[in-house]
């Protein structure tokens, strides 16, 4: 069984910065995609950023330039999300969900337990 864990949410200043983390575990052949999505009160869930098994990244337009999303060095299962010059409407539930394929050969698609990033005075 595959499982993603986010952590390091938490209450920030605006302009501030955070640093969120994703581990995922499990008998993991191979990710095709990590990805960091978000879900303000009373909105959709929207994708954030994505990381791509070859490294390439992309982001939504309303954090570009502000959130880098990057793997850990030595581990493609880990991934983060560095938010820079946050804003109170950056205030919302962050989620890992990642996608590939087990060494048992089926495919997955784990979304983490979120943790919540607000952005206030």
């Known amino acids: 069984q595959v499982q993603a864990v986010e952590s390091g949410g938490g209450l920030v200043e605006p302009g501030g910065s955070l640093r969120l983390s994703c581990a995922a575990s499990?008998?993991?052949?191979?990710?095709?995609?990590m990805d960091w999505y978000r879900q303000a009160p009373g909105k959709e869930r929207e994708l954030v950023a994505r990381?791509?098994?070859?490294?390439?990244?992309?982001y939504a337009d309303s954090v570009k330039g502000r959130f880098t999303i990057s793997r850990g060095n030595a581990k493609t299962t880990v991934i983060y999300l560095q938010m820079s010059s946050l804003k109170p409407e950056d205030t919302a539930v962050y989620y890992c969900n990642t996608r590939g394929v087990t060494m048992t050969s089926r495919l997955f698609d784990v979304w983490g337990q979120g943790t919540l990033v607000t952005v206030s005075e």
């Open positions: 499990g008998f993991i052949l191979s990710i095709s995609f």
């Open positions: 990381i791509g098994s070859g490294g390439g990244t992309t």
